[in-house]
């Protein structure tokens, strides 16, 4: 059987163009204004130059880190004008690439004008000043510009609590004091009234910001958490009804929701960019068969993922945990597929059942892979199937397989509904799999596999065959 799905919306094309109109102001103000603002931190990331430490690894490993961030750096809407990388057992703790190192860093920022460096890991808040110091202008760390991009990127309100959570969190241990002068001078009335003896420095300008931003924090959660109540309570019905749910992960730009696209006409935004996508998208689809099934697109992993993100994302990443299969899709055309598996298979880690679901390793952009590549792959993975969500290769092949993987139906029957519960048969063409309908004078005969919430309804309704 041939499967053409629906037509796709434009609402992602929409979404598309209005991102594309949209352009980032230079110039913006680093510090701390008001951490009730979702970008609470505005990064200028115009002219950058991109410097890396490579301790382990071959050197195809540290350059391909390294063009990585250079993608990241773009998505963000800079330009990228260097990068460096150095050799080195372990990142310095001083100034993350050494002092001399650090010398010729600025000797090239100087040279070409660049406003920002971009280091290609998580910086000390110590690193991160110290860095600065020498080479005079912005240094942010890979963790930093994620954070920035999906700042950028979120749109539901869950998705920019999430993204501000992760944020505040990064932010919190590198908050810089400007010296005692802020302090808050408390005595008199103001000290509730102690008098001599109650005055002191008070509060300092920094304590008072941390302070805000742990209360920040905790609301936020608060708010996460009522927001993913709404999240279990849908898949709960999902789950009530016994509709099989496939989660689709992988590494970011993977193709996921093209893919999405491409079997269930969603309509959702496709862009070739990092972390294009992050609120997740759910939606329902049927196997050849007509067995209905959910389909979850969820945010994309990317190699050393900032915990922050994994922890206030972790209600949505919670769609891959309850899964019954999972779609693991991976970009056939990337010089280094097998580190993405990877790195996508070590947050699934950190996801609570995530290791023991069943996994279909979808291997995406067959129009753009190289053979070899491809071959290496299929041998690698042997639960794999090769598809191009762009031409609509191996779609077909990809449901049939997802309809043999999804969890069995434990019932079958074979009996005669009356009419007048006509319900019935449309319950079991939407939540099972019927093998063959009849009709007779007295009702309608079916043979199919059915839920057990079906089931049980149909015993208590409908007559077995053999007694009729």
Same mark, same amino acid.
Request: proline share 0%; aromatic share 2%.
């Given at each position: 059987m041939t499967y053409m799905p629906n037509e796709p919306e434009d609402i992602g094309d929409y =979404?598309? @163009?209005? /991102? +594309?109109?949209?352009?980032?102001?230079?110039? !913006?103000?680093?510090?701390?204004?008001?951490?009730? =603002?979702? @970008?609470? /931190? +505005?990064?200028?990331?115009?002219?950058?130059? !991109?410097?890396g430490v490579w301790t382990s690894g071959t050197s195809f490993d540290a350059e391909n880190s390294l063009q990585e961030l250079k993608l990241l750096a773009e998505t963000a809407g800079s330009e990228v004008l260097e990068g460096l990388i150095q050799r080195r057992d372990r990142p310095d703790p001083a100034t993350y690439i050494g002092s001399g190192k650090a010398i010729e860093l600025r000797d090239i920022v100087a040279s070409t004008g660049a406003d920002t460096v971009i280091c290609d890991g998580e910086l000390t808040p110590g690193q991160l000043r110290q860095l600065e110091?020498?080479?005079?202008?912005?240094?942010?760390?890979?963790?930093?510009l994620i954070l920035d991009i999906f700042a950028?990127?979120?749109?539901?309100?869950?998705?920019?609590?999430?993204?501000?959570?992760?944020?505040l969190s990064y932010l919190l241990p590198r908050l810089r004091g400007w010296g005692g002068n802020l302090s808050r001078q408390v005595g008199g009335r103001a000290?509730?009234?102690?008098g001599i003896g109650g005055r002191g420095p008070g509060e300092t300008k920094i304590e008072l910001d941390r302070r805000r931003i742990r209360e920040r924090?905790?609301?936020?959660r608060r708010q996460i958490k009522e927001m993913s109540t709404a999240r279990d309570t849908k898949r709960h019905s999902r789950r009530r009804r016994e509709v099989p749910a496939v989660a689709i992960a992988g590494?970011?730009?993977?193709?996921k929701s093209s893919l999405l696209n491409r079997l269930t006409g969603a309509g959702v935004l496709v862009e070739d960019a990092l972390f294009a996508t992050l609120d997740p998208t759910v939606r329902r689809a049927r196997t050849p068969e007509g067995r209905l099934f959910t389909l979850a697109d969820t945010v994309g992993f990317v190699r050393h993922l900032p915990h922050q993100l994994v922890e206030a994302f972790r209600s949505t990443l919670e769609e891959v945990g309850d899964a019954d299969l999972i779609l693991h899709v991976v970009d056939g055309s990337h010089p280094d597929p097998e580190s993405q598996l990877a790195a996508v298979r070590e947050v699934f880690g950190e996801i609570e059942g995530a290791r023991d679901i069943p996994e279909i390793v979808v291997i995406n952009k067959?129009?753009?892979?190289?053979?070899?590549?491809?071959?290496?792959?299929?041998?690698?993975?042997?639960?794999?199937?090769?598809?191009?969500?762009?031409?609509?290769?191996g779609i077909t092949e990809l449901m049939d397989l997802i309809e043999q993987e999804l969890p069995h139906l434990d019932h079958e029957v074979h009996v005669l509904i009356p009419y007048d519960r006509g319900d019935l048969v449309a319950r079991a063409h939407k939540e099972g799999e019927v093998l063959s309908v009849g009709h007779t004078g007295d009702g309608t005969i079916l043979h199919a596999r059915v839920p057990s919430s079906l089931h049980h309804e149909l015993d208590r309704v409908a007559k077995p065959v053999e007694t009729v």
């Open positions: =979404e598309l @163009e209005e /991102r +594309q109109a949209l352009r980032r102001v230079a110039g !913006l103000s680093t510090e701390l204004e008001d951490v009730t =603002e979702v @970008e609470y /931190r +505005q990064l200028r990331l115009e002219r950058v130059v !991109l410097i110091e020498v080479v005079k202008v912005k240094v942010i760390d890979r963790t930093a950028q990127h979120a749109k539901s309100r869950e998705g920019k609590a999430q993204v501000e959570l992760a944020q000290a509730g009234g102690v924090m905790a609301k936020l590494y970011t730009n993977a193709g067959a129009d753009a892979a190289g053979r070899e590549v491809i071959d290496r792959l299929t041998m690698r993975e042997r639960h794999s199937i090769v598809v191009s969500a762009r031409t609509g290769q």
